[in-house]
């Protein structure tokens, strides 16, 4: 399939730290969910179906998938009006896409295309520095399926979209000034966006979260069950299956969403250290990979895939401590979800891709 | 060039994300560090709190025995449904349904859980005591649904006490314990202890230790697993002096004879109760699982006073029962000798006053034991007039008359016989010599217990002696040792050794009351020598009774029988208190049948039936122990 030298030039190390990932929220979601359910099959189902992803991502040159970004990025936008239009509706959204035996996420393979559109049009950029223009369109571009996805909605994997653009543009040289202006346009804007920009469910969930004890039975019951959850753990942790808080329901979606309070209950401070040295191994790796790369193209492509990467990661663990509000956003590698763990693996074959056709014209 | 320069920014600020991916990591592994490090303990009580519940267990109390090993109380499982409050999302929603499901009235449910708001949400609200099968039916069915998952049912021993009213006043009855009891022994809320009677004084041997349980949880309420059980241990079983027989035997006949009142029988050797017994009683099994407020009203306001123990709690005037006191006095003070006569014609004057005797034709020339038999009152004038009042005072104290009889009881109360310290002490007043021969035969400011003349006819009885009542004689903490006696309780009074003299002549007129031509033959039982003294008290004297013309009150007289048996070597001693019954005669039967029982068990034979000689018709009365009243009792007052 491609050359026999590129075989030499596959990160290893940073396939293996992924797969143990994986290995660990699989362990956690068959204790969270009592044992080997049709959950946990799924969920091994989808390690395969995301491995086949990486492979495939693997295989083809980066490059030619750049020249192809626009097309794929058409095709991206139309499947999410289409899911607009024609997804299954479930719990008040419309998200998913039936595919007869499973069930598609497309939003989630949003991210890898937004990535790979913003790195062909700021990579193989002609001109010197940035541009305004440049700035103006790459967000354009980034509004677009941000603004499809908030309407399904779903505002957790929309705004993971935007941790994209801003890490792109800042290596593509935005000048930091910007993000300071960007920064003071947040502040600013923050509680103007709270009053008209939110729907009460949303402004009821900021409000619980600082002061969960204000309503302990019903939003902020999740948030305190968490901390409860994490801190129990100790530093050792109460065992494989011996968690209280997830095992007898007390966390509420423990596989999904909070499956990293399952691991600290579990696996206590230690496991916890484990995970986070793993994270941090693959993220640091995959910069690495960043550095690497041949081209900008490369660089801005791994940078635009590990962005959206780590910022769910960040949240998602501080989440899972009771430390942000709750919000839909699922653990990449360990929690239960087949589109999101295919999107993820994809995602990486692409950044493996990156580093191994370092050396290759 | 250019790409050299682009290779240099990208660098730069590669270097800036990897720095901002460890601070931010760093950050997460300090906050995980602070919760599941520095804070672990607080969050895993925390979670413990979540998923573990404590539900006591309630220990059974001490069963309660009879001296011949009669069971007199037990326990018996019963099913509390509570609220516990922590697990409720709808505190309104969950009152309605309880309600509902139980079929009892809204209102009722909701005063319930507002008397105990104020406890913490974790402990269950007891809403339905000894509920139905029928009610934990529903409600279980409910709970499985999980519409009530803050509904517990729990299954308790409860009091049962299968003879009902019997020997109630004795043995009492159980109670949440009050806020005062709380503080005192520590106890926990709800907690059910001794209120009154042998529940009460031996409580804490009665009681037992509450076990736990400690349950896993989820966050349902559902009960997953038993993480430790530590069982309760019942309380220790006890035994009491009461005989069964004798007790049914005494409530038995006063029942058919159709008097309230009160009886005592003791062992004169030991100062064991043997019988015990107030009348109109009540049943204590309305106590056990929390006794409602109509109940408990009607008990209180009930003229006849069901709750007062008449044996230690009423006091009485003893009336021509007093006369063995005094007799005790002369003789052992030497002021006669049992054969000295003394001339009766009918009457007699002292101090300027006429003090007639109950036989106005006068009893002739009178002995002691004669002056016994036919209880003459002029014979006892004469002899109070010799004692004069201290002299009584001291005697009747060495006889158990005055003061507390220190029976293991509550609330019992002083029986008094005057001398002239109480009469200077209460009123301030001397003594006049006249007032004593009032006394003499009962009469005036004597005010004494029923048990205080059982007693005095113990001492009587064993010659000399004062014994104290006591009701424990055993008890088994159930750690294999048995039955450990508890010793008899040391007499705090001094004994003094009647003068052989002295017993024959009292024992001889005793028995002559009963066996010869006295006051007391309704009491006699062949071959079985009874001795006896029947006694009236007034409740009001006759200028009163004429002032007080139609009232409601029942003024008629009360009679009294004292008696032990056999005449030598006596084994019971006691009293028959017969409220109203007007004579003392009246009693006696009522004591009759008491020995009879108490001789038949002895020997072995089938115990005596009582045969009433009046057919006695029941009445409606305010309590489920109505005894039958007869038709001339039922009259009202007669005079």
């Known amino acids: ?361 | 060039m250019a790409i050299a320069e682009d290779r240099r920014r990208l660098t730069v600020r590669l270097r800036w994300l990897r720095a901002a991916v460890f601070v931010v990591f760093g950050l997460l592994a300090g906050v995980f560090w602070f919760f599941q490090v520095a804070q672990h303990a607080r969050f895993q009580e925390m979670a413990d709190n979540n998923h573990q519940r404590t539900l006591a267990l309630r220990a059974p109390r001490g069963v309660i025995y009879d001296r011949t090993g009669q069971v007199l109380v037990e326990n018996r499982s019963s099913f509390n449904i509570s609220i516990v409050r922590e697990h409720t999302r709808d505190l309104d929603r969950t009152i309605r349904l309880l309600a509902e499901v139980t079929g009892i009235e809204e209102a009722k449910v909701r005063e319930v859980v507002d008397r105990h708001r104020r406890e913490p949400s974790y402990r269950p609200i007891v809403v339905v005591q000894d509920a139905t099968l029928a009610q934990v039916a529903a409600v279980t069915a409910r709970r499985l649904d999980f519409e009530l998952p803050d509904i517990v049912v729990q299954e308790v021993p409860t009091r049962q006490y299968p003879s009902e009213a019997l020997a109630a006043h004795l043995i009492g009855y159980v109670g949440e314990a009050s806020d005062q009891q709380m503080t005192d022994d520590g106890l926990p809320s709800g907690a059910v202890v001794g209120q009154s009677g042998v529940e009460r004084v031996y409580n804490k041997t009665l009681m037992g230790a509450d076990g736990a349980r400690r349950v896993v949880v989820n966050s349902v309420g559902r009960e997953i697993r038993t993480l430790e059980e530590l069982p309760p241990s019942e309380g220790q079983r006890v035994q009491l002096s009461l005989n069964f027989a004798m007790q049914r035997a005494a409530e038995e006949a006063f029942h058919a004879y159709g008097y309230w009142g009160a009886a005592v029988v003791l062992d004169p050797r030991s100062g064991d109760v043997l019988t015990l017994t107030s009348l109109p009683s009540y049943d204590p099994n309305d106590f056990s699982t929390g006794i409602d407020r109509a109940t408990w009203a009607a008990l209180n306001t009930d003229k006849l006073r069901p709750l007062q123990n008449r044996a230690i709690q009423g006091r009485y005037s003893p009336g021509s029962t007093f006369k063995i006191a005094v007799a005790t006095a002369a003789l052992e003070e030497g002021l006669i000798t049992p054969d000295q006569k003394i001339f009766c014609p009918g009457g007699a004057t002292f101090y300027g006053r006429r003090f007639k005797c109950h036989l106005a034709g006068g009893h002739g020339m009178m002995d002691m034991r004669h002056a016994l038999e036919k209880s003459c009152n002029v014979y006892f004038y004469t002899l109070g007039n010799m004692l004069g009042v201290d002299r009584i005072h001291e005697y009747s104290e060495k006889l158990g008359l005055v003061g507390k009889s220190g029976i293991d009881l509550p609330n019992e109360i002083e029986s008094i016989v005057p001398s002239t310290e109480w009469k200077r002490q209460r009123t301030g007043e001397k003594w006049y010599a006249g007032e004593t021969i009032s006394v003499a035969i009962g009469q005036g400011q004597l005010s004494v217990t029923p048990m205080s003349l059982a007693l005095m006819m113990a001492t009587v009885a064993n010659g000399g002696t004062r014994v104290v009542p006591r009701i424990v004689t055993a008890v088994d903490d159930g750690r294999g040792a048995g039955w450990q006696p508890v010793p008899p309780p040391a007499s705090p009074f001094k004994p003094f050794l009647m003068k052989p003299a002295t017993i024959s002549a009292l024992h001889d007129g005793l028995w002559m009351a009963v066996n010869g031509s006295g006051t007391a033959t309704r009491a006699r039982i062949a071959g079985r020598d009874v001795s006896g003294k029947t006694g009236t008290a007034q409740v009001i004297s006759n200028q009163g009774k004429a002032r007080a013309g139609a009232t409601e009150k029942d003024l008629r007289d009360h009679g009294w029988f004292v008696f032990f048996a056999p005449r030598d070597n006596p084994e019971v001693a006691g009293v028959v208190f017969a409220e109203h019954s007007e004579h003392g005669y009246l009693a006696a039967p009522i004591a009759k049948h008491v020995m009879e029982t108490y001789f038949a068990q002895k020997d072995g034979l089938p115990l005596p039936v009582l045969k009433v000689p009046a057919p006695a018709t029941p009445a409606p009365a305010p309590v489920p122990t109505a005894p039958l009243r007869t038709a001339a009792n039922t009259a009202g007052p007669d005079r």
């Open chain 1, 1 to 361: 399939m491609f050359e026999r030298r590129l075989y030499f030039h596959i990160d290893w190390l940073l396939i293996a730290a992924v797969f143990a990932l994986c290995a660990i929220g699989l362990a956690m979601i068959y204790s969270a969910t009592g044992g080997p359910t049709s959950i946990y099959w799924t969920q091994i189902y989808a390690i395969g179906l995301g491995t086949i992803a990486m492979i495939a991502c693997l295989a083809v040159d980066y490059r030619s998938l750049g020249d192809k970004s626009h097309l794929i990025f058409l095709a991206m936008v139309l499947t999410l009006v289409g899911v607009l239009f024609f997804g299954e509706v479930r719990g008040g959204s419309r998200r998913w896409i039936d595919l007869g035996p499973f069930n598609l996420q497309p939003s989630e393979f949003a991210k890898a295309t937004v990535a790979l559109m913003l790195a062909k049009m700021l990579g193989e950029s002609r001109r010197r520095a940035l541009t305004n223009n440049d700035l103006i369109f790459a967000g354009v571009l980034t509004a677009v399926p941000l603004l499809l996805i908030a309407r399904q909605p779903d505002l957790g994997t929309a705004v993971t979209l935007l941790p994209i653009l801003l890490t792109i543009t800042y290596v593509a040289g935005m000048p930091v000034r910007y993000l300071g202006a960007l920064a003071l346009v947040a502040i600013v804007a923050a509680p103007v966006a709270y009053q008209f920009g939110l729907e009460d469910y949303q402004r009821e969930r900021i409000s619980t979260f600082l002061d969960p004890e204000q309503d302990a039975r019903g939003a902020g019951y999740q948030q305190i069950q968490a901390r409860i959850t994490v801190g129990s753990g100790g530093v050792w942790g109460k065992g494989f299956t011996q968690g209280t808080q997830g095992q007898l329901r007390f966390l509420p979606v423990s596989h999904n969403d909070f499956i990293f309070s399952v691991l600290a209950e579990e696996q206590g401070f230690v496991g916890v250290i484990v995970a986070l040295g793993l994270y941090l191994f693959v993220i640091m790796r995959s910069i690495e990979a960043a550095r690497l790369a041949k081209d900008r193209l490369g660089a801005y492509l791994v940078l635009g895939v590990l962005a959206s990467f780590t910022f769910q990661v960040v949240y998602n663990i501080t989440m899972s401590a009771g430390l942000v509000p709750v919000k839909g956003l699922t653990l990449p590698l360990m929690s239960y979800g087949g589109s999101s763990m295919i999107a993820t693996l994809a995602g990486f074959g692409l950044i493996l891709n990156v580093r191994m056709r370092r050396f290759t014209n």
